[in-house]
């Protein structure tokens, strides 16, 4: 993110409404942790997974 590393979590889990899917980014900076979060019922399809993570690739920090 904004030419740092940063890390991915990609899990899936069954909830009382059906299966879920979750994508999570995140990245230390400083004393803050930045966390991006993608929540899908059911289970996101691979064009939706790398349209969603291009948008959180895409993040500048405004300082």
Same mark, same amino acid.
């Given at each position: 993110?904004?030419? @740092?590393?940063? /890390?991915?979590? @990609?899990?899936?889990? /069954?909830?009382? !409404?059906?299966?879920?899917?979750?994508?999570? $980014?995140?990245? $230390? /900076?400083?004393?803050?942790?930045?966390?991006?979060?993608?929540?899908?019922?059911? @289970?996101?399809? !691979? !064009?939706?997974?790398?349209?969603?993570?291009? $948008? $959180? !690739?895409?993040?500048?920090?405004?300082?």
């Amino acid at each position: 993110l904004d030419g @740092e590393p940063a /890390r991915a979590l @990609e899990y899936t889990w /069954r909830s009382t !409404e059906g299966p879920m899917h979750q994508v999570v $980014v995140m990245q $230390v /900076r400083g004393q803050r942790l930045l966390t991006f979060t993608v929540t899908a019922a059911g @289970e996101l399809r !691979e !064009e939706q997974k790398t349209a969603l993570l291009a $948008v $959180v !690739e895409s993040f500048k920090s405004a300082s």
